[in-house]
């Protein structure tokens, strides 16, 4: 059996399983995918679609292979509790971690929101270690809020029976100076992938090297889909003004699109 995605074969090979992305509307994007993947290579497969657990968790079941693909709507992975002062991001503490550890497939995502300020940041204050502060270096909390998740994946997921998958780091095109095109403020007119004659003008973000650097210190087996590099080339693959809201994208990509070549690496990785 070769790499190439082959949507019948997975709902075969994964029948009675459960999987489930973890994440922001990036995991949205790749769930979405993967579904009408799924769908496309069985169109008369019976589905049903439900939302779980007080509608926290949306829910696509193919009825037939008895396959649920699951998303979990988390922005940071770890907690964002209300409280008297206030919304409080608690870089140590990951409640949901009950809602996900009994699936039999696990795919991250966290990083688009943590340098959100403004009416766009979701909470007021963040507590590290119990020290409340009204902000902090918004990649030391990233950091941490990841080591909390490792951590968790270490002490409460049993990996013999789940498989355990990060999402990497997702690039968007808002400055054309990183794909050697100055003044260029979005991804409006791109129309072919970046097509230097050596590797991205700005190489991988920082945050790539943070999630690489805390997946390597976890003890149990965890996959990175290292997504990260391929996708900086497809400035072409978002859907620029041709999208819900009425706004330029250059963060989300289109479906079908490049989030097909995540899952088409995600299929290769849960077949290896």
Not at 15 to 22: R, V
Not at 54 to 65: G, M, R
Not at 196 to 220: R, T
Request: glycine share 6%; net charge positive; proline share 3%.
């Amino acid at each position: 059996m070769n790499d190439r995605f082959n949507g019948e074969y997975f709902l075969k090979r994964f029948k009675g399983k459960k999987i489930m992305f973890i994440g922001d509307s990036l995991s949205l994007n790749i769930w979405q995918s993967l579904i009408c993947m799924l769908h496309a290579a069985v169109p008369n497969s019976r589905i049903i679609k439900q939302g779980l657990n007080n509608n926290t968790i949306s829910a696509v079941t193919f009825q037939d292979y008895k396959i649920s693909v699951m998303l979990f709507h988390s922005l940071y992975l770890v907690d964002v509790d209300e409280e008297r002062i206030g919304r409080v991001l608690k870089l140590n503490s990951m409640r949901n971690g009950d809602h996900w550890k009994n699936n039999d497939v696990l795919v991250f995502n966290t990083w688009l929101w943590w340098y959100r300020r403004g009416l766009k940041q979701q909470w007021d204050y963040v507590n590290d270690e119990g020290r409340i502060t009204k902000d902090i270096d918004r990649m030391t909390a990233f950091r941490t809020a990841l080591t909390t998740w490792a951590k968790w994946v270490d002490s409460d997921v049993d990996t013999n029976r789940t498989k355990v998958i990060f999402q990497g780091i997702s690039p968007s095109h808002y400055n054309g100076t990183e794909w050697n095109e100055p003044g260029v403020r979005n991804c409006f007119k791109e129309m072919e992938p970046f097509n230097g004659s050596s590797a991205y003008p700005v190489g991988l973000p920082e945050a790539a090297y943070v999630v690489k650097d805390v997946i390597s210190n976890i003890k149990k087996p965890v996959h990175l889909l290292d997504i990260t590099a391929l996708s900086q080339l497809r400035k072409d693959a978002h859907p620029s003004s041709y999208n819900a809201f009425k706004g330029m994208d250059c963060t989300h990509w289109c479906v079908a699109g490049l989030t097909d070549t995540w899952n088409q690496l995600l299929y290769a990785a849960l077949l290896s």
